[in-house]
């Protein structure tokens, strides 16, 4: 039994692209359950949307023009459904207005926390900045993966045979490289704290068994069990992600995945299925000292349901993709993963496969018109362009490379 595939997508200009663009593995289906595999049935998340979260009729009718057969209960079509989580929310916050105002005083307190992580944020940025500014002046033309690559433990074996020059040099690639690891802990940090702010209200609420919360809550899943596809639009980020969390539904995207359910996600949608979800700060400019960029900031872990690429959507609107020092800058914060900048018609497919006894996964730029950019940590950018599969661990490229 296979897993399900999720494809990525930067942010498309038209949702129907999208769907025209895959319509045969929509067709299509490897669900485990007989059920879902007959009825095919898609389900939107449009919560990005906020106000407009049904407004999706293009897409319902561009998913019936394919031949995603409606199936109407109670006048609702069941087989191209919306999440509605936007609005199960809002019912929620109508029907208890004391559980409300807990949420809202702890997303307070989460926004007024965020001001003190943003500060710092920024400061780390500029003094990471500043210190390469320095390191220039003595040394023109260094670059900042130049910096974060020396080998300070092997330096320090040789020292005493270093002269002066070669001495500053090793002191201040060494502070780079500890304001870099300094940024990477704070994010950590920032993260461990919202985790913990969001499980005191979720203790002190009683929200797990408020009888409304269940309800709304089981039915979330059941639509998101129930769906052969779903797709994940873009839009406003914090409220996606801040309506998913709050229903708790991470576990029941993974079982999905598993049953072999596919996703098909838009820019805040393909973050909010990262480990990261990587925002901007739209008061802080400090790495780029322009307004070509503004600074990362973290906004919460994601669903990791996928782990090993970072995704970037908008990648050309957001980031200064020219220069080699943002790209390096970018890899080094975010190492943990492999950064991947999507565009608007940047598509990346993840998708469990087997070969000979073992499972693989496999990542492949599937975007015909538009590939993947890959920021590697020397600050290049390398363009991965349609059928590249990516040399990840757990991969039959990076395996078969390793050899």
């Known amino acids: 039994n296979m897993k399900g595939r999720i494809v990525f997508n930067g942010n498309i200009g038209q949702?129907?692209?999208?769907?025209?663009?895959?319509?045969?593995?929509?067709?299509?289906?490897?669900?485990?359950?007989?059920?879902?595999?007959?009825?095919?049935?898609?389900?939107?998340?449009?919560?990005?949307?906020?106000?407009?979260?049904?407004?999706?009729?293009?897409?319902?009718?561009?998913?019936?023009?394919?031949?995603?057969?409606?199936?109407?209960?109670?006048?609702?079509?069941?087989?191209?459904?919306?999440?509605?989580?936007?609005?199960?929310?809002?019912?929620?916050?109508?029907?208890?207005?004391?559980?409300?105002?807990?949420?809202?005083?702890?997303?307070?307190?989460?926004?007024a926390f965020k001001r003190f992580y943003r500060e710092k944020n920024s400061g780390l940025i500029r003094i990471l900045q500043k210190q390469l500014a320095l390191l220039r002046e003595s040394f023109p033309g260094i670059s900042l993966a130049q910096a974060l690559s020396y080998d300070v433990a092997s330096g320090r074996q040789q020292l005493s045979q270093y002269n002066p020059w070669q001495m500053l040099y090793h002191?201040?690639?060494?502070?780079?490289?500890?304001?870099?690891?300094?940024?990477?802990?704070?994010?950590?940090?920032?993260?461990?704290?919202?985790?913990?702010?969001?499980?005191?209200?979720?203790?002190?609420?009683?929200?797990?068994?408020?009888?409304?919360?269940?309800?709304?809550?089981?039915?979330?899943?059941?639509?998101?069990?129930?769906?052969?596809?779903?797709?994940?639009?873009?839009?406003?980020?914090?409220?996606?992600?801040?309506?998913?969390?709050?229903?708790?539904?991470?576990?029941?995207?993974?079982?999905?995945?598993?049953?072999?359910?596919?996703?098909?996600?838009?820019?805040?949608?393909?973050?909010?299925l990262c480990d990261y979800v990587v925002v901007f700060d739209e008061a802080s400019s400090e790495w780029t000292q322009s307004s070509r960029m503004y600074d990362f900031e973290l906004f919460d872990r994601g669903f990791g349901?996928?782990?090993?690429?970072?995704?970037?959507?908008?990648?050309?609107?957001?980031?200064?993709?020219?220069?080699?020092?943002?790209?390096?800058?970018?890899?080094?914060r975010f190492s943990r993963s492999l950064c991947v900048g999507l565009d608007q018609h940047s598509f990346l497919l993840m998708e469990t496969y087997q070969h000979q006894g073992r499972e693989y996964e496999r990542f492949t730029s599937v975007g015909q018109d538009e590939g993947l950019y890959l920021f590697r940590p020397n600050g290049s950018v390398e363009i991965a362009h349609y059928g590249t599969e990516l040399a990840l661990p757990g991969t039959l490229p990076y395996e078969s490379r390793a050899v």
Request: net charge negative; hydrophobic share 40%.
């Open 15 to 111: 949702e129907s692209e999208f769907i025209s663009r895959f319509r045969e593995q929509l067709l299509h289906s490897e669900h485990h359950d007989p059920a879902v595999r007959d009825s095919r049935k898609v389900l939107m998340i449009t919560a990005a949307w906020q106000k407009r979260e049904f407004k999706e009729g293009h897409i319902r009718q561009a998913l019936h023009g394919i031949g995603i057969a409606p199936r109407y209960v109670d006048g609702y079509d069941v087989n191209v459904q919306n999440l509605s989580i936007y609005h199960d929310f809002n019912t929620l916050r109508q029907a208890d207005d004391g559980l409300y105002r807990l949420y809202h005083a702890k997303q307070q307190v989460i926004l």
């Open 171 to 272: 002191y201040a690639c060494q502070d780079i490289q500890a304001s870099m690891a300094k940024l990477r802990a704070h994010d950590e940090r920032m993260l461990a704290i919202c985790h913990e702010l969001d499980a005191a209200f979720v203790e002190n609420s009683g929200l797990r068994s408020h009888p409304l919360y269940q309800r709304l809550r089981q039915e979330l899943m059941s639509r998101v069990l129930s769906a052969n596809s779903i797709f994940i639009f873009g839009g406003h980020v914090a409220v996606l992600f801040n309506r998913l969390n709050f229903f708790d539904l991470k576990d029941s995207f993974l079982e999905a995945l598993d049953r072999g359910t596919n996703f098909y996600t838009v820019s805040a949608g393909s973050l909010s």
């Open 305 to 332: 349901l996928v782990t090993k690429i970072q995704l970037f959507p908008h990648c050309k609107d957001y980031i200064a993709m020219e220069d080699p020092d943002t790209i390096a800058y970018t890899a080094a």
